[in-house]
């Protein structure tokens, strides 16, 4: 199927001329992606550790998490960025959400594939209710390769944005649209790709900065809400 110049996989769950929306694992759509057709990769995976590793035996409780247990995710973030290195251009980019476990991995995977690697923080503004220090930031690995336009810039590396309200998010981990738009127009691209898209904050992002998407989601739920998301845009440019 072609897709503005790009030749992609047949049915996809939704369609229309700047974006595109498969519902599927993005191990199987990845690799039918043309060679650096890619500007941005921007994306918040699956990054959690899980909070047991082992089932105890005979009332034993549950064994202590170690090392070894990041393997499984460094294992397949490898597969993916591989994927990513082939797909993405030589002046491309990548934006990747992550937190302070989980960032080691990361850069460990993009470091073989990247000029630089480097962090950014964003700072929610405020702290949700708990105990002793609560979580005010994600962090954000960014990457850029050897021909990767350099942008001027006075900001620094914090990006301070409030988080989308529980009570509003479609997502669990939803992001809000005004955080990525800053870090799309950034950069002078025409096609972003999201291959954990969730429910459709960098689709809609990348819609208002004009840019094309190709999204990738396994929950069909999220697809679905994407697609509205679309549809709606659809009307309000009609309106």
Known sequence: MNWNGLELPDKPYYQDDAVII?????????????????????TDPP????????VGTRGNGYQKRMLGDLSVLTGYFKLVFNDFARVISDKGTYYVFCDAKSYPIFWQVMFPICKNVRLLIWDKVISYNGYTWRHQHELIAWGELDDTERVPTGDGDIVRCRGVLQENRKHPAEKPVELISKLINKHTVGTVLD???????SLEAANQSKRSFIGIEIEEKYCEIAAKRCSQMVMDLRV
């Open 195 to 201: 291959p954990f898209m969730g429910s459709g904050s």
């Open 47 to 54: 990054y959690f550790l899980p909070i047991q590793s082992y």
């Open 22 to 42: 498969y519902n599927a694992d993005c191990r199987d759509i990845l690799p039918l992606i043309p060679d650096k057709s890619i500007d941005l990769v921007l």
